[in-house]
């Protein structure tokens, strides 16, 4: 089996799977950015035809968040005056917001390179950043100014954030 990583992606069940030649070609991308984004393990083969897993370390895979897209219709959910924020607070009530698309973008893109995990995701799909000081025109659903941002990435790597309380405590489940 000889795979071209910047043609395709291969997704195997197993180790013993792709060893005995049972991949499935999940579709057109590369292998690496579809592990990077939390896909599972995907397999390629090296110069001597031996069947390898590929990494994240792989140079095709996305360093940081500006190779991640945004979740556009998540996202317009937490910017003030879009169609979807609108529908969200229909149907939810008051949602934390940022005043435009770019503002969003920007502190995703800054939180997700240099945030935390707050330790209520095992797989680091969550990160948070506290950025000191009011982000300018984000606002929590009461109104009020805030200094934090939670993203989150989806299985895909779409991110999509919203501004949090200063003091914001998960709930974590027993």
Not at 99 to 124: F, H, I, L
Not at 156 to 173: A, D, M, T, V
Request: aromatic letters at 6%; charged letters at 25%; proline letters at 7%.
């Amino acid at each position: 089996m000889i795979v071209d990583t910047a043609v395709c992606v291969i997704v195997v069940v197993s180790e013993s799977a792709a060893l005995a030649g049972g991949a499935t070609l999940f579709g057109v991308g590369t292998a690496a950015s579809y592990v990077a984004a939390g896909g599972g393990t995907a397999y390629t083969t090296d110069a001597a035809g031996a069947i390898v897993p590929i990494t994240s370390d792989d140079p095709y895979a996305p360093k940081t968040s500006d190779d991640l897209p945004i979740k556009r219709q998540k996202q317009d959910e937490h910017v003030e005056g879009t169609p979807n924020n609108k529908n969200r607070v229909k149907t939810d009530g008051p949602v934390s917001t940022y005043s435009d698309r770019e503002t969003a973008e920007k502190y995703t893109r800054e939180a997700w390179n240099t945030g935390t995990n707050p330790d209520v995701d095992k797989y680091d799909r969550t990160r948070e950043r506290d950025f000191g000081q009011d982000i300018p025109g984000a606002k929590l659903p009461d109104g009020s100014p805030t200094s934090r941002v939670r993203v989150n990435k989806y299985t895909r790597g779409q991110l999509h954030s919203y501004p949090i309380p200063r003091r914001f405590k998960p709930i974590l489940e027993e």
